[in-house]
C-alpha cells in the first residue's frame, strides 16, 4: 500500500510552527526582561547595573524575536502556513512596539545635553536646604554645576525661565504647594518664601530634587524653580519637563 504524504509535510513540516513558538518564547522574554526591569530595581530586588543588562538582554531577545519571526514569515508564506504566518506578524508588532520606548529615550538622549540640574536662574539658583543631606549622601552634587551647566541649558531650553504672577504671595505659595501635591511630590519643607520637595519617576524611581522660590516684586511675585538628580550625568530632559509643565500649571491657576 502507499503512503500518501501528509498536507503537514507538503507544507513545509513543523519547522513553522516551531519557529513560531520560538519567536513567542523570545517575545516573551524580551517583555519580562524590559518590563521588570524598574520594578525589579525600584524594589531593590536588583541593583542598577543588573536593571540595566536586563533593559539591554530584552532589547536582545526582541531583536532576536523580530529576526526569527521574518524567517517564520518568509518560510509560511511559502508554505502557505497561515497560522505561523500570523504568529510572526503579531510578534513583530509586538517587538516593533517593546522597542518603541528605549528608541525614543535614545533618540531623546541624542538631542539634549548630558546634564541634570535645571533652573529658570541659572546665576542665582535656588539652593537646597532641607534636602541638602539626602543629596549629600547621592552621587550627584548639592550645589549647582556651574556656568558650564548654564550655558547647555540655555542652548537647549531656552523656554526655562521665571514665572510672574500679579498675585499675593501667600496665594502664589498655596496654590504651588496644590500643583506639588497633585503631581504627587514628596514635600520635604515649606517656608513663607520656599518649597522643597522629591519627585519619584514611574518606572524606575528614580528621585528628583525641586526647589520653588517666591520673589516679592512690586506688583506680584517671581516664582523660580530648581530641579535635579540626585543620580546620572543626563535626565533626558527629565527636569526642564518638570520645570514646564509646573509652571504651566502654576499659572493656569490664576487665568
Do not use: C
Not at 520606548?101 to 546634564?115: D, E, K, N
Not at 541638602?132 to 540655555?154: I, K, L, M, S, W
Not at 500643583?179 to 520635604?188: D, F, L, N, T
Request: aromatic share 8%.
Amino acid at each position: 500500500m502507499v503512503t500518501r504524504p501528509t498536507t503537514a509535510r507538503l507544507r513545509g513540516g513543523r519547522w513553522p510552527g516551531v519557529l513560531a513558538g520560538l519567536a513567542i518564547l523570545l517575545i516573551a522574554a524580551a517583555v519580562l526582561m524590559m518590563a521588570g526591569a524598574g520594578p525589579a530595581y525600584r524594589g531593590e530586588l536588583i541593583n542598577l547595573g543588573e536593571a540595566f543588562n536586563w533593559l539591554r538582554n530584552g532589547i536582545y531577545a526582541a531583536g532576536g524575536a523580530v529576526a526569527v519571526s521574518v524567517i517564520t514569515l518568509l518560510l509560511s508564506l511559502f508554505t502557505r502556513r497561515f497560522t505561523p504566518a500570523l504568529v510572526a506578524s503579531l510578534v513583530i508588532v509586538a517587538a516593533a512596539a517593546l522597542l518603541y520606548v528605549p528608541w525614543q529615550h535614545w533618540q531623546r538622549a541624542q538631542q539634549v545635553p548630558a546634564i541634570h540640574d535645571i533652573t529658570t536662574d541659572t546665576q542665582n539658583p535656588p539652593a537646597f536646604e532641607a534636602l541638602a543631606d539626602a543629596r549629600e549622601a547621592a552621587p550627584n552634587a548639592v550645589d549647582y554645576p556651574g556656568e558650564a551647566t548654564a550655558q547647555q541649558q540655555q542652548a537647549a531650553y531656552p523656554y526655562i525661565k521665571p514665572l510672574v504672577l500679579a498675585e499675593a504671595p501667600q496665594t502664589v505659595l498655596a496654590a504651588a504647594q496644590a500643583v506639588a501635591e497633585e503631581a504627587g511630590w514628596r514635600i520635604a519643607r515649606i517656608t513663607s518664601h520656599r518649597i522643597e520637595a522629591t519627585a519619584t519617576t514611574r518606572w524606575f524611581g528614580f528621585e528628583d530634587d525641586v526647589v520653588i522660590r517666591l520673589t516679592e516684586l512690586e506688583n506680584g511675585v517671581q516664582v523660580d524653580m530648581r530641579s535635579a538628580s540626585r543620580l546620572g550625568a543626563s535626565d533626558v530632559g527629565t527636569n526642564a519637563a518638570r520645570i514646564e509643565q509646573f509652571l504651566t500649571a502654576l499659572q493656569v491657576r490664576f487665568e
